[in-house]
Every structure is written in C-alpha cells, then in structure tokens.
C-alpha cells in the first residue's frame, strides 16, 4: 500500500508529490492525459517567482523530473471514485484498477469550460479552439471569432488581431471583465469588431466551422457571422464528478476547503484549481501542494 | 524502427503508398502539448513493427498541414491504404495512441 495517492500531476499534484516525499512518504500519483496540466499551454510564463520566462513545457518537465526523483510512481490511469475501508482509500481508476492509500490528495485541476453547443466537440480541431496561442497560426489572414469577455479573451483577441484578417470578440455583456489597459488597446485595432451583448448560440459547418450563429440577447435577433475559426474564453470549469460522493463541492463543483487545503472527509485533501478559492495560478496552486502534502503526511504518521 | 521525419517530398512514398497503416504526428517546436506527445510518438515507432509512424513539423512543411487541414495541434491522424482513416487532437496517454491505430 502506498502512503499518499495524489490524483493530477499538474503542478499543485506535482508539488505535492515533492513535500510528501521528503517527507517521508511513499507517493502513487494518477494522471489520466498527461503531466504539466493547464500550464502545458502556455508558450512563456512571465509571473511565476524567480524563473522569468520559462515556457510552460519547460516548467512542467522540470517538475515533474523533480518529483520523479525521489521515487514516486506514476501511472496514467484516470481515477474514477474514491472509496473507503477501514481507514483505507481505495481509489478505483479507468483501467479498473483499485489502489489503496492512508491518505489522497485530490489535485484534478480545472479544464476550459465548453459551450454545450451541438456538434462542438467534434468540430474540435476543425474550427473549434480554446488555445489561441496554439492554433492561432493557423487561421493567417482568415476570418475569426473570439467568444468570451474575460483576460484570456481580450489577450486571444490582441493575439489573433496580429495574424488574422478580421476578429469578432463576441461578449454576453456590453462591458469586459478584462485588464483595462489590453482592453483599449484590443479597441484601438482596426480588424476586430465588437458583437456585444449576445451570445454564440450555434456553430454552422459542414465539415468545418464555416460561420456562427449569433443571438442579440436584448433584441433577440439571430445572426450568422461567417469565420473559419471560434476561439472559446469562456472561462475554466473543474472535473471533480467522480468525487462527488467521497467529498464536499461547491455550487460550481470545485471541492469544499480552507487555506490548509483539508476537505470535510478524513484522509483526504485537495489542492490547487479544482478547490474553492479566489485565485488560481501557478503560484498558489504550487503553495498548495506544499500545504496539501504536510498535512497529509502529518495525518497519516 | 523509430520514427520517419515526413516531408513534401516523402509523403506520397512514406505515407499514401505505404502497405502498412501509418501514424502521423502533426506538431510544432512552440506547441508545449506536441512536446508532451512527441517522446510517446517516438518511443511507439521505436516499438511497433505492425504499423510506420512519422512526424510532420507544421512550421517547416505548411502545404502538408493544409493539406490534411490542420487547425490545431499536437494533431494524430492515422493514414491507411492512402486514405485517413482516424484523427486525434491533443494529447492522448501512450495506449490511446496505440488503440487509434489498431482501430483504425
């Protein structure tokens, strides 16, 4: 049996996966895609202490080499439920696969937030992004839509309003959550539009994204606005289902817990995006992996 | 046999007129995702013998990426008797890889 299963080898799993060794602490960690998380995406991160301009594959391959070294096991499995015998943590996994722990640490993360419009899933890819830094280069001088009114959205759109030929940024309301600073600046560009206080409400293709729909949530009015790409900022959602019935979640899903990163059930902890809190980053997500693996190793001695 | 570097000029031989399904991995130097999935691509040509894998840099051959039409990578698409048969974006874990191809 291992001491401490850590489900997410993001950088909170990750970081985890360091303190509790040196610890200690045996480590079992389940990943179900692949390490680094969210930050894989990122082409240069700028806010993360001592380390400017470090490239998110960078970071997340130095982690997670850092946390291989001092033992812990990785399996790419994804866990599907948590349950309990005697103490014990059972964490069942998609490959049906049951591993036992003393304690787990819950680090699952956060994934973009889809539409839930029809036949969005399998235009992915073929029209469909939510990375525009990734995919950007390949709509050169095509016709695009941001959706969203958010930072990433706002810096999607100043990205994209640099290679594209024109970019609509479609916003729910007729005011952006974004920096200001980037905002006036996305404003002063001469090929991006503003579709403000509406909402994309279908994507038209046949076997690729050739136009969206577009609905005035104040009139009503439907609208087609043709692009061959829609660049989705609508904002991150977690993916804690499968612990539903093992801990507590919040209204949005994200797992209940304080500062010390303890969740209402014994033996099991959570760190990073997939908790409730105010501020999701790299940092903080690092810090609870700290925070999250002392007090599992500390519980569990 | 480890992974062939695919090209404009190789393509249609390596590829298209391959007698054995061939897996192609469409990436890129900046895409972060490609560089997680590239050592999976490679460790499974270095593996298989059943089926060819190949590697398509986006940046350096762009007709190729069109071609297939390429909107996001990493992009795996699974080529057999000439014809793509399945397509994958983003990273998988090694045996999803795998079942991509013997799926086919």
Known sequence: MTDIIIIGAGPAGLTSAIYAQRAGMSVLLLEARAYGGQIINTPEIDNYPAMPHVSGFEFATKLYEQARSFGAEVKFEAAVSIEENNDIKLVKTSKNNVYEAKAVIIATGAKNRPMGLDREEELIGKGISYCATCDGMFYRKKDVAVFGGGNTAIEDALFLSQYCNKVYVIHRRDKFRGDAADVEKLKARENVEFVLNSTVTALIAEDKLSAVEVTDKISGEKKQIPVSGLFVAIGQMPDNGAFANAVELDENGYITANESCRTKTKGIFVAGDCRTKEVRQLTTAAADGAVAALAAAACRR | ?104
Do not use: Q
């Open chain 2, 1 to 104: 046999m480890s992974a062939i570097k695919l090209t404009s000029d190789n393509f249609n031989e390596e590829v298209l007129m391959s007698g054995t399904p061939v897996l192609v991995d469409f990436w890129a130097e900046w895409c972060g995702p490609c560089r997680m999935l590239s050592p999976v691509v490679h460790e499974i040509g270095e593996e298989r013998t059943d089926f060819k894998v190949g590697t398509v840099n986006v940046d350096e051959e762009p007709e190729l990426a069109e071609k297939f039409g390429i909107s996001s990578i990493p992009c795996l698409i699974v080529f057999n008797g000439g014809k793509e048969a399945k397509r994958s974006v983003g990273v998988i874990p090694k045996d999803a890889v795998i079942d991509l191809v013997t799926n086919a």
